[in-house]
């Protein structure tokens, strides 16, 4: 499915035009983003959906949405649970080739 048939399926007639300026973003995180998911942040920009499923995209107020902040809190836990149990194996907060990174978050109800 692509973005604008997700767009279709979701009600939008047209992009929401959500500018980011990617390379300040990418330079703060420390890694470049997918084609796909700036192409979803220009249709859709922030929300969610369903009240469920939220993506975390670059700029907005809501830190718990706002892609920056929920990567350094991710990378926080990461260090937490490092300290807490020594045996458990590192999980890349920055994707590599074929890994995903955590882009959006969910409701739990």
């Not at 590192?90 to 074929?98: N, T």
Request: charged share 25%; aromatic share 10%; glycine share 6%.
């Amino acid at each position: 499915m692509t973005i604008e048939e997700l767009a279709s399926a979701a009600g939008l007639t047209a992009a929401r035009r959500y500018l980011v300026d990617w390379d300040r973003v990418e330079t703060q995180i420390g890694t470049r983003l997918p084609a796909d998911y700036k192409e979803y942040v220009y249709w859709f920009g922030p929300g969610c959906f369903d009240y469920y499923l939220y993506i975390c995209v670059p700029g907005v107020e809501n830190s718990n949405t706002e892609l920056a902040a929920h990567l350094a809190r991710r990378r926080a836990d990461e260090r937490l649970r490092a300290q807490i149990d020594r045996s458990a194996p590192p999980v890349p907060l920055v994707p590599r080739a074929r890994r995903m990174a955590a882009l959006g978050v969910h409701h739990r109800q």
